[in-house]
């Protein structure tokens, strides 16, 4: 539903892919991140679904701050063994967490009829669709 909104032409690719992480990270009181979260990309963010009342209702603050910088280390190519420092999550679930970000801009690039949205969709899936997270559509 984000996704059908001019709300989505504000946001990079790297926005996107952390938004979608967002929404599909399941948080347990355990999870710990060890880089510093940025705020300032946060406030970015937050400033640009500010207006819009689905993001409004959908963008959890606290979980895109603890994402950050782990979602910034897989979209800059961080390999998977390097990310494991990175956080105390189990292999299982940031390889789970990153599918179900594909699985989502999936169903997003079949929902839509802009050539635009697809080509930056499939951009993003070709960041992080690789090493063990890869899935074959």
Known sequence: ELFATPMKDSLTDFEIFWLLSSMAYEPRR????????????????LKKTF?????????????????????????????????LPLSNMLEGD?????????????????????????????TIIGKINREFVRVEF
């Not at 355990?30 to 963010?45: H, I, Q, V, Y």
């Not at 390889?95 to 969709?121: C, K, S, Y």
Request: glycine share 2%.
């Open 30 to 45: 355990a999870d710990r991140f060890k880089k510093a979260p940025n705020r300032t990309a946060l406030n970015e963010l």
């Open 94 to 122: 940031i390889i789970r967490l990153f599918r179900q970000v594909l699985d989502r801009l999936g169903q997003i690039n079949r929902a839509t009829q802009e050539e635009r949205l697809r080509l930056r969709i499939n």
């Open 51 to 83: 207006h819009n009342k689905e993001a409004k209702q959908k963008v959890d603050s606290e979980k895109l701050l603890r994402l950050y910088a782990f979602c910034k280390a897989w979209w800059d190519g961080t390999t998977f063994f390097e990310m």
